[in-house]
């Protein structure tokens, strides 16, 4: 299984990216009994859940994404998708896709987003 996250970048305070990761190498009949989510690490800190959608399509965030950015999935592009707006100097770090199910957890490489004017 591979996960290759796409569509980050340098952006404004204020402005908004949308971030994607493509589970490649995976029928779909897989895919959909992972649950998807997307981490995040700033230089020096510890790696830390962003938001989360389960195979029942309930999604969870961390109280300081709340309101801005939003996690989504397509099952048949076997895609997840995190549109991020409002996007401030500490939501810069390298973003994480993840996903996972009991027996198994597959990472992304990471891909950078920088908030900074």
């Known amino acids: 299984v591979q996960l290759v996250e796409s569509k980050g970048g340098l952006v404004q305070p204020g402005g908004s990216l949308r971030l994607s990761c493509k589970a490649s190498q995976m029928i779909l009949s897989t895919f959909i009994q992972f649950n998807m989510g997307w981490y995040r690490q700033a230089p020096g800190a510890q790696r830390e859940l962003v938001a989360q959608?389960?195979?029942?399509?309930?999604?969870n965030y961390a109280d300081s994404v709340k309101g801005r950015f939003t996690i989504s999935k397509d099952n048949s592009r076997k895609t997840i998708y995190l549109q991020m707006n409002s996007l401030q100097p500490e939501d810069t770090a390298t973003y994480y896709c993840?996903?996972?199910?009991?027996?198994?957890?597959?990472w992304g490489r990471g891909i950078q987003v920088t908030v900074s004017s």
């Open positions: 993840n996903m996972n199910n009991p027996a198994y957890t597959y």
């Open positions: 959608i389960t195979t029942a399509g309930i999604t």
